[in-house]
């Protein structure tokens, strides 16, 4: 089992709404830095929104996002969510969530754990 499971994907219409929820199916630490990234067919792994632990919480989104979607963690149950709304037919891909990233600098360059991803389709 991945050590990180997604729920919420599914199919809309543009203009609509999903949220989505990523829970670990292990003991993972609830302070790291967290995200969530997607992949449509035939394109790279992209970063959607990042929320950075240690208590900091800063967001940061994708400039493609910014403004529609929300990133969220709730510390108590270790649950990570992504609201979306006003979404559009480019969203549509697969979303993973990842949790704890390690750092070179200021920039991302890993993150440990991995879901196994949902697909989130979005209709013209």
């Known amino acids: 089992q991945a050590p990180l499971v997604e729920s919420g994907g599914g199919s809309v219409q543009a203009g609509g709404s999903l949220s989505l929820s990523c829970q670990p199916s292990?003991?993972?630490?609830?302070?790291?830095?967290m995200a969530w990234y997607r992949q449509a067919s035939g394109k790279e792994r992209e970063m959607v929104a990042v929320?950075?632990?240690?208590?900091?919480?800063?967001?940061t989104y994708a400039d493609s996002v910014k403004g529609r979607f929300t990133i969220s963690h709730d510390e108590t149950k270790n649950m990570l969510f992504l609201q979306m709304s006003s979404l559009k037919t480019e969203d549509t891909a697969v979303y993973y969530c990842?949790?704890?990233?390690?750092?070179?600098?200021?920039?991302?360059?890993?993150?440990?754990?991995w879901g196994q991803g949902t697909q989130v389709t979005v209709s013209s």
């Open positions: 292990g003991s993972i630490s609830n302070r790291c830095t």
């Open positions: 929320i950075r632990g240690q208590g900091d919480g800063t967001k």
């Open positions: 990842a949790f704890c990233a390690s750092y070179n600098g200021d920039k991302i360059s890993r993150f440990e754990y």
